[in-house]
């Protein structure tokens, strides 16, 4: 099992800065892929950010230049730096990791952009 623990949401104007952050505690050897999903009112949970255990990162086009995802491998934590942030960013965002197959969930934390 792992455990997910996030921290960092807030409510920021349009244009501000948050920095999310994902520690895994646990069984967390053989951690693949970590990660932000999102999901707003109404909408369907979608994906913001992965990185893979090598670095690699992909990011949805609608946060491409904006948002940042880093991974301390060693701390077992992630983080999603989002600049430029926009109202249409307002969601529950939730961390997730991938290992010997299973996603696991963190609890979500809320971003709120004003406008």
């Known amino acids: 099992q792992v455990q997910l623990v996030e921290s960092g949401g807030g409510l920021v104007q349009a244009g501000g800065s948050l920095r999310l952050s994902c520690a895994a505690s646990?069984?967390?050897?053989?951690?693949?892929?970590m990660g932000w999903y999102r999901q707003a009112q109404g909408k369907q949970r979608e994906l913001v950010a992965l990185i893979s255990r090598g670095g690699t990162s992909n990011y949805a086009d609608s946060v491409k230049g904006r948002f940042t995802i880093s991974r301390d491998t060693a701390e077992n934590t992630v983080y999603l730096q989002m600049n430029s942030l926009e109202p249409e960013d307002t969601a529950v965002y939730y961390c997730t990791v991938l290992r010997d197959g299973v996603n696991y969930w963190g609890q979500g934390t809320q971003v709120t952009v004003s406008s």
């Open positions: 646990g069984s967390t050897f053989s951690i693949y892929y």
